[in-house]
């Protein structure tokens, strides 16, 4: 059976702070892993990444792929209060797979 | 281009009743996946209709069936509802299925279960 888990839960970090949330899988037929953003509404897409190693950037926000250790990383920087949410990592195979989620509270 | 809709936004039912929820994908998308959302199981995967045909399905009883329509709208029905389906229901379209396609959510419909 497909697995994804996201480390940690939840984290509490001070505005300006840089941030890294965590997404391990085991999947077969790997095709791609996604990051959304949860507020307190649907998710909201981020990246998708299929080659290891090729860093996504937008803004402050980046992520990158290692498909031999079978992980990704999503980095924040300079924290803000609007990024406090719900952050899903997502493995596509035959279907897509969610972690758990981080909630990522940015206190002022 | 307007967003998935999904329809009601919010619903309340008594347990042993039964619940049909609506998606509308977004225009020119064919595939529409649904999904199950609670604080304990965080998001998991129902099933996935694709051009009237269900292509994927998760781990869920037969309670939860769904269709989809010629206009690829799709609807998502629960039988003899249990406490343990409240749940945020969320659909997300795409325009093929691909993994290599975004896939977009709709508002989702929360659903309580008295």
């Known amino acids: 059976e497909d697995k994804v888990v996201q480390s940690p839960l939840s984290l509490v970090v001070h505005e300006g702070d840089t941030v890294t949330l965590n997404c391990s899988y085991e999947?077969?037929?790997?095709?791609?892993l996604l990051w959304y953003k949860q507020e307190k509404k649907a998710p909201t897409f981020l990246f998708m990444l299929?080659?290891?190693?090729i860093e996504k950037k937008s803004g402050r926000l980046s992520s990158i792929l290692d498909k031999k250790e079978l992980f990704s990383i999503l980095n924040i920087t300079a924290t803000q209060t609007g990024d406090s949410a719900i952050y899903l990592c997502?493995?596509?195979?035959?279907?897509?797979?969610f972690g758990t989620g981080t909630r990522l509270t940015i206190i002022p | 281009k307007a967003g998935v809709t999904q329809t009601p936004r919010y619903l309340i039912k008594t347990r042993g009743q039964q619940v049909t929820l609506s998606c509308s994908p977004i225009?020119?998308?064919?595939?529409v996946s649904w999904y199950q959302q609670t604080p304990g199981q965080g998001l998991q995967f129902l099933f996935e209709?694709?051009?009237?045909?269900?292509?994927n399905k998760g781990n869920f009883p037969g309670r939860f069936s769904g269709r989809q329509f010629s206009n690829s709208r799709s609807e998502m029905n629960v039988s003899t509802l249990e406490l343990g389906d409240s749940a945020l229901y969320l659909c997300?379209?795409?325009?093929?299925?691909?993994?290599?396609?975004?896939?977009?959510f709709g508002p989702g419909t929360r659903l309580l279960v008295l």
């Open positions: 997502a493995v596509t195979s035959e279907k897509l797979t």
């Open positions: 299929t080659s290891s190693g």
């Open positions: 999947v077969t037929n790997f095709r791609s």
């Open positions: 209709y694709f051009s009237e045909t269900q292509r």
């Open positions: 225009s020119g998308h064919r595939s």
């Open positions: 997300a379209s795409q325009a093929e299925g691909l993994a290599s396609e975004t896939q977009y």
